[in-house]
């Protein structure tokens, strides 16, 4: 994609002061309560009534459950890294295969309904990332429900991993969907600007791909994006490997 426009910056300041973090800790406290209702709920239903349910049932609730955990885990560490103190995230090796297949199972449902096909590429992993695997699974998950939201119906999404030096491990998810204008990729990164797609009757803030960058960079890493108006989207998530 040769012709494409790319887009690759720092969030400055101004930026992150956008960033929700006065309310985290009332914000954590209202939403905990809900969530972990949902979890309590959901492992009663697989109890009781798992021997009633078939295999893709069973997936369903599973499904429920990581994302219910996944909820508080992500309250729990926003709150950890809105601490001064907290300017970058604690690191470590992570298995990348098992994680993209997760993250995929997420948001598979989604892509049925619009006959969006979900293909990974990481049979064999060039490298392991050196990430934090709470904030890696909530960047991960931002891009592919992004990229079936914004896709087309019955197109398709690649999650593919690449090794381009032996420190550095490249993460791309690509779509089929609208692109972007250079316009649109200059305000790609700024909150709850959702470049004219609020009017398009899909559901959004504004903010993920803000916050996803965020994660990325005290990780270590970086997000960027590549696009240009009709053919799809690549965003391209960098990351400190091990061999």
Request: hydrophobic share 40%.
């Amino acid at each position: 994609m040769s012709s494409s426009i790319s887009r690759s910056c720092t969030l400055d300041d101004t930026t992150r002061a956008t960033l929700p973090c006065e309310s985290l800790l009332r914000l954590s406290h209202e939403l905990r309560t809900p969530m972990n209702a949902i979890i309590g709920f959901t492992q009663l239903l697989e109890r009781r009534v798992a021997f009633a349910l078939d295999p893709v049932e069973r997936r369903w609730l599973t499904v429920i459950q990581q994302a219910g955990q996944l909820a508080i885990s992500v309250l729990d560490e926003h709150l950890a890294a809105s601490q001064p103190k907290c300017s970058r995230l604690e690191r470590g090796p992570l298995m990348l295969s098992e994680l993209i297949d997760a993250c995929v199972s997420m948001v598979s449902e989604l892509a049925a309904q619009r006959g969006i096909e979900i293909e990974a590429d990481v049979s064999a992993d060039p490298r392991v990332p050196v990430a934090n695997v709470t904030r890696l699974r909530q960047v991960l998950l931002n891009l592919l429900s992004n990229a079936v939201k914004y896709n087309r119906d019955g197109g398709h999404v690649l999650v593919r991993a690449r090794a381009p030096d032996p420190d550095t491990l490249v993460i791309e998810v690509s779509d089929e969907g609208l692109g972007m204008t250079s316009a649109q990729l200059d305000a790609l990164f700024q909150p709850f600007n959702r470049l004219g797609r609020e009017h398009s009757g899909i559901e959004g803030s504004g903010i993920g791909l803000v916050i996803a960058k965020e994660l990325a960079e005290k990780m270590g890493g970086s997000l960027c994006a590549h696009s240009r108006a009709g053919p799809g989207s690549i965003f391209t998530l960098t990351l400190p490997a091990s061999a």
